[in-house]
T-cell receptor, first 115, second 116 residues
Framework: AQSVTQLGSHVSVSEGALVLLRCNYSSSVPPYLFWYVQYPNQGLQLLLK??????LVKGINGFEAEFKKSETSFHLTKPSAHMSDAAEYFCAVSDRNFGNEKLTFGTGTRLTIIP | DSGVTQTPKHLITATGQRVTLRCSPRSGDLSVYWYQQSLDQGLQFLIQYYNGEERAKGNILERFSAQQFPDLHSELNLSSLELGDSALYFC???????????????FGPGTRLLVL
């Protein structure tokens, strides 16, 4: 079964500092990987996804993630944190079955931005 | 705005009761997924429908059922409710396709269920 592990349930960074949220995956086949963001009292919004094209994936709001097969990782980064980035971030892996693309989520990382 | 709508936004009910959550997918999306988000279980996949037919099942209790109607909207029915069913229930939809469209699920705002 596929799974993702998010290291660090809470991460705090200063405004303007680098954001690094960690995600490691386990999959028996090449995975499709996603990062979603959830703002308070809202649904999940797709930040970016990896579907076996370029290994460096750029998303919305200045975020990007790099797929590293050798490390089974898909860490999310942003060069300079903004106050508006405070939210919960979820890494997810998808079954690569056409027509059955259920997502398996990590436990989430709550990002706090320190002014 | 993802284009996925869910009603109601909030639902408060008592143990033993039955409720129905409704989801309208993005225009043209054939697949609907239901997820449950709770503090102890995190985000868990419940069930998927594709064009009216059940396609995949996850950690869905037997007390829960779902269906997708010809107009592609979906309903999640929760019965014999227990305190532990209190959670945020999300619906997501996706388009079938390859390349950029593949695997992208768009989530609704969720229905927050509180069982007292």
């Amino acid at each position: 079964a596929q799974s993702v592990t998010q290291l660090g349930s809470h991460v705090s960074v200063s405004e303007g500092a680098l954001v690094l949220l960690r995600c490691n995956y386990s999959s028996s086949v090449p995975p499709y990987l996603f990062w979603y963001v959830q703002y308070p009292n809202q649904g999940l919004q797709l930040l970016l996804k990896y579907t076996s094209a370029a290994t460096l994936v750029k998303g919305i709001n200045g975020f990007e993630a790099e797929f590293k097969k050798s490390e089974t990782s898909f860490h999310l980064t942003k060069p300079s944190a903004h106050m508006s980035d405070a939210a919960e971030y979820f890494c997810a892996v998808s079954d690569r079955n056409f027509g059955n693309e259920k997502l398996t989520f990590g436990t989430g990382t709550r990002l706090t931005i320190i002014p | 705005d993802s284009g996925v709508t869910q009603t109601p936004k909030h639902l408060i009910t008592a143990t033993g009761q039955r409720v129905t959550l409704r989801c309208s997918p993005r225009s043209g999306d054939l697949s609907v997924y239901w997820y449950q988000q709770s503090l102890d279980q995190g985000l868990q996949f419940l069930i998927q429908y594709y064009n009216g037919e059940e396609r995949a099942k996850g950690n869905i209790l037997e007390r829960f059922s779902a269906q997708q109607f010809p107009d592609l909207h979906s309903e999640l029915n929760l019965s014999s409710l227990e305190l532990g069913d209190s959670a945020l229930y999300f619906c997501a939809s996706s388009a079938e396709g390859f390349g950029g469209a593949f695997g992208t699920q768009y989530f609704g705002p969720g229905t927050r269920l509180l069982v007292l």
